[in-house]
């Protein structure tokens, strides 16, 4: 008998635990943001809706600096994060939310990789990740092999952000 109610507890524990997964599953809230996208002198005010953990976004496009910025909308702190940009050859990155929170960043010829030393999360909102500086002439950059850390090293869920035209 004893065994019998020590069983129906475990098993009312675990029915409980998977009920709490698919909850923070199926609660996954849906974020929006307006965001400007400034293309030389013109500027657009922009809808940018988030259906993911981190939502990203290039733009401000600077073809005298060589330079553009990845936005970022995220619903769960950010540890860290990774990407590529083939064909661009990136000479470095600076600014944003990286910097504020003092993340360590480095970068080679195609990717950027930065993280905390410190464990500092960024925190749940949105803003200007990073601004990308780089050299080669291109029509386009892309956003490829992206990946976001939370805490422990959870991999968060992302968009793969439309390309931007370089000219």
């Known amino acids: ?14 029915c409980q635990t ?9 609660n996954t809230p849906e974020l929006a943001a307006e965001v400007s996208r400034t293309s030389g002198s013109e500027t657009q005010q922009e809808y940018l809706e988030c259906n993911e953990e981190v939502c990203l976004q290039l733009r401000n496009h600077d073809a005298t600096s060589k330079s553009f910025e990845i936005y970022m909308l ?25 910097k504020e929170n003092g993340y360590q960043t480095s970068n080679s010829a195609s990717r950027i990789l930065s993280f905390s030393m410190q464990a500092i999360l960024i925190p749940v909102g949105e803003g200007i990740l990073t601004t990308v500086f780089y050299s080669d002439s291109a ?8 990946i976001f850390a939370g805490m422990g090293g959870e991999q968060l869920s992302n968009n793969a952000p439309e390309c931007m035209m370089l000219n």
Do not use: H, W, Y
């Open 18 to 26: 998977q009920n709490k997964k698919l909850d923070k599953a199926e």
């Open 139 to 146: 029509e386009e950059v892309c956003m490829t092999e992206i």
């Open 74 to 98: 995220n619903s769960i702190p950010v540890a860290g994060f990774q990407c590529d940009f083939p064909g661009i050859n990136i000479i470095g990155s600076d600014g944003g939310l990286l």
């Open 1 to 14: 008998m004893r065994l019998s109610i020590i069983f129906v507890l475990i098993m009312m524990l675990a």
